[in-house]
């Protein structure tokens, strides 16, 4: 196995193929509503990080339904996960974010997944999802945008956290029995190799459950445009990337599901995305690479548990 891909953790955890149905909330950002900043992360479009979602207008159960119903025909299609993509999905007072919980429970979806930030979880989010989770048999999972673990680079993209907040988020999603999973730009051109190496590990480390890395597309009018315009920021290679990534995953715990290798951009207001390669073409490349070289998820997973102890 080269990496622990999503479909096999879905196949062996469901029985069958589950289907991710994007959910639009009527949620903004703290880094983008004025408490923490108005400008958010110098990569942020208008729509957050998702721009694939229905009306935010429609309630949670009829958006559902209506993919489901469009999904299922098609791919003939039996399970779902509900996934809250948009901006942060527990930026919300408890009471309505608990609300649009139970309005995701519609018969055939296995799991809800839910997009925010790591300073958005509270212990009173994780509470009314341990709920939800325990009264409907459903699984609920996290997805924590962090990006990178250099406190610097986070700062220079406008994140508005740090390290801790993300550390923080995940012990006490574990504590509750809530998945975690996190979102990594594994190709920021001001990281390198010893930063791609340490996010590996800390995410190791911390016991995320899944690992969804994007590589970094530059949307018109956001701060990253005008800095790549202006010729002050130069994305990596593809070579760059797919080298980035299969060290990424050596590093990686084997037991950390990875959910996407690589994400897809909108195409209209995009500056440079993707190397003007499809994702899929990207993907093969890397996993010929690895199979080439004899690479794989946590080929260097040996740095944990007192690893110079004496013997
Ligand atoms: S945290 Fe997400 S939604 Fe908020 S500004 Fe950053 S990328 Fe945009």
Same mark, same amino acid.
């Given at each position: 196995?080269?990496? +622990?891909? +999503? =479909?096999?953790?879905?196949?062996?955890?469901?029985?069958?193929?589950?289907?991710?149905?994007?959910?639009?909330?009527?949620?903004?950002?703290?880094?983008?509503?004025?408490?923490?900043?108005?400008?958010?992360?110098?990569?942020?479009?208008?729509?957050?990080?998702?721009?694939?979602?229905? =009306?935010?207008?429609?309630?949670?159960?009829?958006?559902?339904?209506?993919?489901?119903?469009?999904?299922?025909?098609?791919?003939?299609?039996?399970?779902?996960?509900?996934? +809250?993509?948009?901006?942060?999905?527990?930026?919300?007072?408890? %009471?309505?974010?608990?609300?649009?919980?139970?309005?995701?429970?519609?018969?055939?979806?296995?799991?809800?997944?839910?997009?925010?930030?790591?300073?958005?979880?509270?212990?009173?989010? +994780?509470?009314?999802?341990?709920?939800?989770?325990?009264?409907?048999?459903?699984?609920?999972?996290?997805?924590?945008?962090?990006?990178?673990?250099?406190?610097?680079?986070?700062?220079?993209?406008?994140?508005?956290?740090?390290?801790?907040?993300?550390?923080? =988020?995940?012990?006490?999603?574990?504590?509750?029995?809530?998945?975690?999973?996190?979102?990594?730009?594994?190709?920021?051109?001001?990281?390198?190799? %010893?930063?791609?190496?340490?996010?590996?590990?800390?995410? $190791?480390?911390?016991?995320?459950?899944?690992?969804? $890395?994007?590589?970094?597309?530059?949307?018109?009018?956001?701060?990253?445009? $005008?800095?790549?315009?202006?010729?002050?920021?130069?994305?990596?290679?593809?070579?760059?990337?797919?080298?980035?990534?299969?060290?990424?995953?050596?590093?990686?715990?084997?037991?950390?599901?990875?959910?996407?290798?690589?994400?897809?951009?909108?195409?209209?207001?995009?500056?440079?995305?993707?190397?003007?390669? $499809?994702?899929?073409?990207?993907?093969?490349?890397?996993?010929?690479?690895?199979?080439?070289?004899?690479?794989?998820?946590?080929?260097?997973?040996?740095?944990?548990?007192?690893?110079?102890?004496?013997?």
């Amino acid at each position: 196995m080269l990496y +622990f891909k +999503f =479909s096999d953790y879905l196949m062996k955890t469901y029985k069958e193929k589950v289907y991710k149905i994007p959910v639009n909330l009527p949620a903004t950002c703290p880094n983008r509503d004025g408490l923490l900043g108005s400008c958010g992360c110098i990569f942020c479009g208008e729509e957050g990080a998702g721009f694939e979602n229905l =009306s935010a207008v429609l309630p949670v159960k009829e958006q559902l339904e209506k993919n489901i119903g469009y999904i299922g025909r098609k791919y003939n299609a039996k399970k779902y996960i509900a996934y +809250f993509q948009n901006y942060s999905n527990t930026y919300f007072p408890l %009471e309505k974010f608990r609300e649009y919980l139970q309005e995701a429970i519609v018969p055939d979806v296995v799991a809800l997944y839910i997009s925010t930030r790591p300073d958005c979880l509270n212990n009173g989010y +994780f509470e009314a999802m341990k709920d939800i989770k325990e009264k409907h048999g459903v699984d609920i999972v996290v997805e924590i945008g962090l990006q990178t673990v250099n406190y610097h680079t986070l700062k220079t993209l406008n994140r508005g956290h740090g390290l801790a907040e993300f550390i923080d =988020s995940v012990i006490r999603a574990k504590k509750y029995d809530i998945g975690t999973c996190a979102h990594m730009i594994i190709d920021l051109p001001m990281d390198n190799m %010893e930063d791609v190496v340490e996010g590996a590990k800390i995410l $190791s480390a911390v016991g995320v459950n899944q690992v969804k $890395s994007h590589s970094l597309y530059i949307l018109k009018d956001t701060k990253l445009g $005008s800095l790549y315009t202006r010729g002050i920021i130069q994305p990596v290679t593809m070579d760059e990337y797919i080298e980035r990534i299969i060290t990424f995953l050596e590093y990686l715990s084997p037991e950390i599901v990875i959910q996407r290798l690589i994400g897809r951009a909108p195409e209209e207001r995009t500056l440079f995305s993707g190397w003007n390669t $499809s994702w899929w073409k990207i993907v093969d490349m890397i996993e010929e690479k690895m199979t080439r070289e004899n690479r794989y998820q946590g080929k260097r997973f040996n740095y944990l548990n007192g690893v110079t102890c004496l013997k």
